[in-house]
């Protein structure tokens, strides 16, 4: 079973920049995809970013070029450096396997809130 726990969030200003890290147990990990999810008030969780065992990564069109997932397979964790972060960037970040639909045991997530 894979437990997920993540952390990095914090409030900053608009064009502040914050790191997040997921800590993962289990053997699993090492053989998933791993991605970052968020879920902004009111609305369905969605993905923003991917990376597969092999170090590929892709990013929804709107964090494209701002933020950057990488993984290191031997500490188990996965991270999200996020740049020229917007208001609406707020949002509580998770990580897990990915797709979603592959995804169980979420954790309690991080909260970014980026003001304006």
């Known amino acids: 079973q894979v437990q997920l726990v993540e952390s990095g969030g914090d409030s900053v200003q608009a064009g502040g920049s914050l790191r997040l890290s997921c800590a993962a147990s289990g053997s699993i990990f090492r053989l998933s995809t791993m991605a970052w999810y968020r879920q902004a008030p009111g609305k369905q969780r969605e993905w923003v970013a991917f990376i597969t065992e092999g170090g590929t990564a892709d990013y929804r069109d709107s964090v494209k070029g701002r933020f950057t997932i990488s993984r290191d397979n031997t500490k188990v964790t996965v991270i999200l450096q996020m740049n020229s972060l917007k208001p609406e960037d707020t949002a509580v970040y998770y990580c897990?396997?990915?797709?979603?639909?592959?995804?169980?045991?979420w954790g309690q997530g991080t909260q970014v809130t980026v003001a304006s």
């Open positions: 897990n396997v990915f797709p979603s639909r592959d995804a169980k045991n």
